[in-house]
């Protein structure tokens, strides 16, 4: 990749979790490029339509143009229309905030939710962001369908979840990683407690293709004081259901199709309990 596609792809993302928009001098530091060439790829940026600037304040954001064409390929590979009507089933039952992540090369992403709970505490994060993989619920039920070797291979390149940011479980070595794991693999999902967001909790299924291709996740998140351990427990029935749902439905997505094609060989790699 040219050094001046890396950086234009680099000011994106760096804009795109940053809605209220950033000043030129902040996006140079913070991504470490020279003041001078982020304002040449702002400027050639807004010229296709990508990026503006605020009138009122001169913040650079992007425009709406990024999430129509994300949203639009979305629509047209079909992901959106199987597994909406599934995720909001399960959040109705659940009463919590139902996700499906789909698996993007060495990464999750969240494409698409139903929040179930209609009064007092909600938990909605932000969707389109990679999966922190180490300390997550969706990111223990994908890595506990492969071999120990491949999970931990994919963890050391994206690298362990500090407890600061993810709270004190959050695991911190190989050993508290593969103890995560294999209670997953064994149960044939994923829950955690205090390791991605204070005071939440999370459990995940994995959502195989009909080829035992691992092609996404669902998950299950909410307050701790409402979706306790217990309670997860006894939810795993209807999360699994709702999983292999998505896994049966999944032959008409051309995305769930091309899931893993030309993809390493740990992603298919499946072990037994």
């Known amino acids: 990749m040219s ?5 234009a792809f680099r000011v994106l993302e760096h804009l795109a979790v940053h809605p209220e ?6 996006l140079a530091a913070e991504l470490d490029i020279p003041l001078s060439a982020t304002h040449r790829l702002l400027t050639e940026l807004i ?8 009138p009122d304040h001169g ?6 143009r990024l999430v129509s064409l994300g949203l639009g390929y979305l629509s047209s590979t079909g992901v959106v229309d199987i597994a909406q009507p599934l995720l909001e089933e399960l959040a109705r039952e659940t009463g919590e905030l139902v996700r499906l992540a789909v698996v993007d090369g060495n990464d999750l992403t969240f494409v698409a939710k139903a929040q179930g709970a ?6 909605d994060a932000d969707m389109g962001l990679s999966v922190a993989l180490s300390c997550s619920a969706a990111g223990h039920a994908w890595l506990s369908t ?35 794991l294999h209670e997953a693999r064994e149960r044939g999902y994923s829950t955690i407690t205090g390791m991605f967001a204070p005071g939440m909790t999370a459990m995940a299924a994995p959502v195989r293709r009909r080829d035992g291709q691992v092609i996404g996740v669902v998950t299950v998140a ?10 997860m427990h006894a939810l795993a029935p209807s999360l699994l259901r709702i999983a292999g749902e998505i896994s049966r439905n999944s032959g008409v997505s051309p995305l769930f199709r091309s899931v893993g094609a030309g993809a390493p060989a740990r992603m298919g790699t499946q072990l037994s309990a």
């Open 59 to 64: 913040l650079y954001q992007l425009t709406i």
């Open 47 to 54: 010229q296709i339509g990508y990026v503006r600037q605020s």
């Open 118 to 123: 209609t009064r007092g505490l909600r938990y």
């Open 3 to 7: 050094r001046q596609l890396d950086r």
């Open 222 to 231: 909410g307050p701790e004081i409402r979706l306790s351990e217990p309670r």
């Open 21 to 26: 928009g950033v000043p030129v001098s902040s």
């Open 146 to 180: 492969m071999s120990d070797e491949d999970a931990l291979a994919l963890v050391l390149a994206q690298g362990f979840g500090s407890v600061a940011e993810y709270g004190p479980e959050a695991p911190q070595t190989v050993e508290a990683l593969l103890a995560c």
